[in-house]
């Protein structure tokens, strides 16, 4: 099973600064990684897949990059609807695993 | 757009079974998703429990061996879990979702429901 880990557990940021949150895998996953923001009392949005690419109607101020073993999601200026928990997960092989997430809260 | 939603009990009695149905809704559970089933204890992260395709193709996680069954029912463009010998630790908020695969690999969850709390306890 390839262990997802995420840093920092909580990030505390000011609105309009930017965010650099990490995961690291295990195992080389190549580029096969995917973001999540997950809001309280919400389900999981997806917001990046391929380390790199934005799913549909995610704002440009969200970025990923990376490949193999390390990983970044950047939010260039923070907006109040991003403070949120934010995950990421492998679909290099199966079992499928999540990070345990990283928490970004107001400043 | 795809819409999924959870259903069944809220509480399940430890060593008992339990089941949860999501109702699929703007798409034809015999097209081109996996369809899975997700789970995420108070306050923890998430864990994907397993997917499955219309076919009866399956995946599911080696953590839960073999406690695990998904179903899919076409005819209710609908699909289900369950998972046997309950105990506390599988106290969780459980989501199912659509898992975008292709013919070479699956990939990411890019539907999710809202989720059903399950509390496990006598």
């Known amino acids: 099973e390839i262990v997802m880990t995420q840093s920092p557990a909580t990030l505390s940021v000011s609105p309009g600064e930017r965010a650099t949150l990490s995961c690291r895998a295990s195992q080389s996953v190549s580029s096969y990684l995917a973001w999540y923001q997950q809001t309280p009392g919400q389900a999981p949005r997806l917001l990046i897949y391929?380390?790199?690419t934005r799913a549909t109607g995610i704002p440009a101020r969200f970025s990923g990059s990376g490949s193999g073993t390390e990983f970044t999601l950047s939010i260039s200026s923070l907006q109040s609807e991003d403070f949120a928990v934010y995950y990421c997960?492998?679909?290099?092989?199966?079992?499928?695993?999540f990070g345990g997430g990283t928490k970004v809260e107001i400043k | 757009q795809v819409q999924l939603q959870e259903s069944g009990p809220g509480l399940v009695k430890p060593s008992e079974t339990l089941s949860l149905t999501c109702d699929v809704f703007g798409y034809s559970i015999s097209s081109g998703y996996y369809w899975a089933w997700i789970r995420q204890p108070p306050g923890k992260g998430l864990e994907w429990i397993g997917s499955?395709?219309?076919?009866?193709?399956?995946y599911n996680n080696p953590s839960l061996k073999s406690r695990v069954t998904i179903s899919i029912d076409t005819s209710k463009n609908q699909f289900s879990l369950k998972l046997t010998s309950v105990t506390a630790a599988d106290t969780a908020l459980y989501y199912c979702?659509?898992?975008?695969?292709?013919?070479?690999?699956?990939?990411?969850?890019?539907?999710w429901g809202l989720g059903t709390l399950v509390t496990v306890s006598s």
């Open positions: 499955m395709y219309h076919s009866g193709n399956t």
């Open positions: 391929g380390a790199s």
């Open positions: 997960q492998q679909y290099d092989s199966w079992p499928l695993t």
């Open positions: 979702a659509s898992l975008y695969c292709d013919g070479r690999r699956c990939y990411y969850f890019d539907y």
